[in-house]
């Protein structure tokens, strides 16, 4: 469920990839290893026809949201065995890119089974990152590589689904009102602002500027363009938290997957918040708002 057809996605990724070398070429590496990842990641995407939870009905998603619930939040959502077969892609893929030894050794653990694919996938839907980082440090195994892996693998669902929902009144949160991760950044277009989510990239308005984290709007919540010259791009500040969050002017909203590739576009403004002593925070703790039941 794309917003358009794979080939204009690809060919749209392409151009932008070419812009972003041409400025920037020290990122040619990690464009050639998106380049690498995006084309999994796409056909995994076209692939899928899975509806909606049935529990997930209109009203159970506005009660949900009115308690600051995810949508997503404890809901039983089959893997589909084609989205399963892409892990070991993905690893081949982030071995080419530099991972090396430790993507090939995940790639192996999930082909002989010590890792279960579904449960990988399942457990990334659910934004479990500590039970994930636990079971690969017991396994021995790079815990935010086998992360990073599930997330690839389980983004494509995750955004097929999110897609089905329309309504997202009654949500006036920072993370995620599906999956409940944080936005990659903020896009602005004319008069409105709307969070894109860094996993499923659903798109969400707040009814206030504020830091989307703390929700500190005072003094010390400041925007700032690093670059005069480039108006359309900047970052927002917080010092409460000490957190940051990019703002980029775009003509339309970008589409699923290349949140990723406008990410890597605006590399700079992480840097320059980093080098100011800001950060990005870990995924929100969603047990604090309905703790993870077992399934």
């Keep these: 469920m794309l917003p358009t057809s794979p080939d204009d996605l690809w060919q749209r990724a392409t151009a932008r990839w070419a812009e972003i070398t041409a400025i920037s070429p020290d990122l040619s590496p990690a464009v050639a290893l998106q380049q690498r990842l995006l084309k999994v990641i796409l056909g995994a995407a076209n692939a899928l026809d899975e509806p909606l ?109 999110q897609a089905q929902l329309s309504a997202q009144d009654h949500w006036d949160r920072g993370y995620c009102p599906f999956c409940g991760s944080w936005p990659t950044f903020i896009e602005s277009h004319h008069a409105s602002r709307s969070l894109r989510c860094s996993f499923c990239a659903f798109a969400w308005n707040l009814q206030s500027h504020r830091c989307i984290y703390c929700g500190n709007s005072e003094d010390d919540f400041v925007a700032a363009a690093p670059d005069v010259t480039r108006g359309d791009r900047s970052v927002e500040l917080c010092s409460k938290c000490g957190n940051y969050t990019k703002t980029i002017a775009v003509a339309e909203a970008t589409p699923f997957p290349l949140l990723a590739i406008e990410d890597l576009a605006s590399m700079d403004l992480d840097q320059g918040a980093m080098n100011r002593g800001y950060r990005r925070p870990e995924l929100y703790d969603l047990d604090s708002a309905e703790p993870l039941r077992a399934c």
């Design 53 to 161: 939870p049935a529990s997930l009905t209109s009203a159970s998603v506005v009660e949900k949201w009115r308690r600051g619930v995810p949508a997503l939040r404890n809901e039983r959502v089959p893997i589909p065995n084609g989205l399963k077969d892409t892990l070991p892609d993905l690893c081949n893929a982030l071995a080419e890119g530099g991972a090396t030894d430790s993507a090939i050794h995940i790639r192996d653990a999930i082909l002989d089974r010590r890792i279960d694919a579904g449960s990988l996938l399942s457990v990334s839907l659910a934004r479990n990152q500590k039970a994930i980082r636990t079971s690969a440090l017991h396994m021995g195994l790079s815990p935010d590589l086998v992360w990073l892996v599930g997330e690839l693998g389980s983004c494509p669902l995750a955004y097929h689904l």
